[in-house]
Structures are given as structure tokens and as C-alpha cells.
């Protein structure tokens, strides 16, 4: 064989060589950074897209029931455990992802904007500051049967065998009078958890520990929610 030959066999080798270890590098940087179904990295033309998505059909809104509707829908969109227009009381939570925070803020541009009939704009470093925002941030609703009943609780989600704990949680407000059946008392407290300590493709439970040792538990599917 001559010598152009085998350094042509060799080249080839060398390069398929470095093709498999190029790809290898690939799924192993994959891995290490999970790819998010909840919107972490947005743009700025994607946060003033959303700031639009809240904001237009608040503008069209023209009476309290369509804004409350609106709101509804809102909350609904970004919900997971229970459906509170079938389970009242159940376990769930709101999670404010970026683009919720945006689409609020949009909802509250049109809001200005009709009080001073003039176009009132979320400016561009507010709307880096939400873009940067490293938590997602989760409203927790519980009911109980006394005012004080989630004082003291802990909060965790579950994926498979791993456990993710808050950045930090506020405490519970007072409870209040719960109007529908079920327990007397509902209450609400905000925990945050860094969007680089779970998958939110991954099947996850949100797990409550109260004080006295009882635990509350849902599903929660964040694949759903941008």
C-alpha cells in the first residue's frame, strides 16, 4: 500500500475518531444541562410578544365579569393538582413562571393604560430583570380546620428518587374562611425553586410536610406550563 494511501486510511480514521468523541462531548453537555419544557430562556422579543399576549385581551375586556374571567384563565393556564372548579379544596398550585409574570404585567399595562387614556409600557430594564429571574416561584394553596392549621410547613418536589427543596418559601397566611365544602380554613404560601434544580419534563409529585407529621401530596405536570 502506498504511503498517500495509508495516510489517507489514517486521516479518515482520525477523523471518525474525533467525530465520536465530538458527539460523546454532546450528550454529555445534553445531559448537564437539562432542556426546559417551562420557558427559562426567553428573548427580549419573546417577553414583549408575551407582555402583548396579556395585555391585548385585557384592552378588549369592558366589564368586572370579563376581567375576572380573564384572571381566572390566567391562573387556570399555569395550575397544577386540583382543578379548583371541580375540587374547591384541593391541593394545587399557581407557578409563576417568566412568562407568567410578563403576561400580568401586560394585563396591568392595559389597565394603566385605560386610567390615563394614554399607551402605558413595561420598560426594557424591568423586563430584563423578569427575564433574569433564576426561581420559578409557586403559590400553594391548602385547606385545613383552624386558622393556624399550615404554620409550619415544609415543601418539596419529587422527582423519582430525587428530592428538590426550595431556594426559600414565605410562611402561610392566616387562614380564611373557607365558603365551599370541605375544611373551614384555606389558606396560601409562595416558595421558589431554582429552575436549574429540577426537570420540569420529568413526572413530579409536590409533596406538603406539616408539623405533627401528616403530608399532603400532588401531581404536578410542568410540561404543561410555559
Not at 121 to 128: L, N, T, V
Not at 148 to 163: P, W
Request: aromatic share 8%.
Amino acid at each position: 500500500m502506498g504511503s498517500g494511501v495509508m495516510q489517507g486510511a489514517l486521516s479518515l480514521r482520525v477523523r471518525v475518531g474525533l467525530g465520536v468523541l465530538i458527539g460523546a462531548w454532546a450528550v454529555v453537555a445534553w445531559a448537564a444541562h437539562p432542556v426546559y419544557a417551562i420557558d427559562v430562556k426567553l428573548t427580549m422579543e419573546e417577553a414583549k410578544k408575551a407582555l402583548a399576549a396579556g395585555r391585548e385581551p385585557m384592552e378588549k375586556a369592558n366589564t368586572p365579569e370579563d376581567v375576572k374571567k380573564l384572571l381566572q384563565q390566567a391562573a387556570l393556564a399555569t395550575r397544577v393538582g386540583a382543578d379548583p372548579e371541580k375540587d374547591p379544596c384541593g391541593a394545587s398550585a399557581v407557578l409563576r413562571t417568566k412568562r407568567y409574570w410578563l403576561e400580568s404585567f401586560g394585563r396591568k399595562e392595559a389597565t394603566e393604560s385605560k386610567k390615563q387614556k394614554t399607551d402605558v409600557r413595561m420598560p426594557d430594564d424591568k423586563i430584563r430583570k423578569y427575564l433574569d429571574m433564576p426561581n420559578l416561584e409557586m403559590e400553594v394553596q391548602l385547606c385545613g380546620d383552624d386558622e393556624y392549621f399550615a404554620d409550619g410547613v415544609q415543601i418539596a418536589l419529587q422527582q423519582g428518587s430525587k428530592t428538590v427543596k426550595p431556594v426559600d418559601a414565605s410562611p402561610p397566611d392566616k387562614g380564611r374562611k373557607n365558603e365551599g365544602q370541605g375544611p373551614a380554613y384555606r389558606t396560601r404560601f409562595t416558595a421558589r425553586f431554582a429552575y436549574d434544580s429540577f426537570d420540569s419534563n420529568a413526572k413530579t409529585k409536590v409533596v406538603v410536610f406539616f408539623p405533627d407529621g401528616k403530608m399532603t401530596e400532588f401531581e404536578a405536570d410542568f410540561s404543561k406550563v410555559r
